[in-house]
């Protein structure tokens, strides 16, 4: 089992940034990837950006060029910077590691986190 919990949303004026955590504990060792998706108020849950185990990182066209994926693996945390943000990135922000057994892929998620963007 794989647990994680997000810290670091909140209400931010258009234009501002923020940083979001994503603390990993327990069998994380063998994670194929990282990364972290968000909802909208009724959409559905999309990719946002995520980092393989090597460290190759992925973007929604949505998002690139204002947000950054990156880990600490000596902390077992992944973070998320957002700059530039804009009230269409309001969602509940969330967590996920992933792995691959026996060709089985295993998601793990966090509980989430609010970010709101206000014009």
């Known amino acids: 089992q794989v647990q994680l919990v997000e810290s670091g949303g909140g209400l931010v004026q258009a234009g501002g940034s923020l940083r979001l955590s994503c603390a990993a504990s327990?069998?994380?060792?063998?994670?194929?990837?990282m990364g972290w998706y968000r909802q909208g108020p009724g959409k559905q849950r999309e990719l946002v950006a995520d980092?393989?185990?090597?460290?190759?990182?992925n973007y929604a066209d949505s998002v690139k060029g204002r947000f950054a994926i990156s880990r600490d693996n000596a902390k077992n945390t992944l973070y998320l910077q957002m700059n530039s943000l804009k009230p269409e990135d309001t969602a509940v922000y969330y967590c996920?590691?992933?792995?691959?057994?026996?060709?089985?892929?295993?998601?793990?998620w966090g509980q989430g986190t609010q970010v709101t963007v206000s014009s």
């Open positions: 996920n590691a992933r792995r691959v057994l026996g060709g089985v892929r295993l998601d793990y």
């Open positions: 327990g069998s994380i060792f063998s994670l194929a990837a």
């Open positions: 980092i393989s185990s090597g460290g190759t990182t």
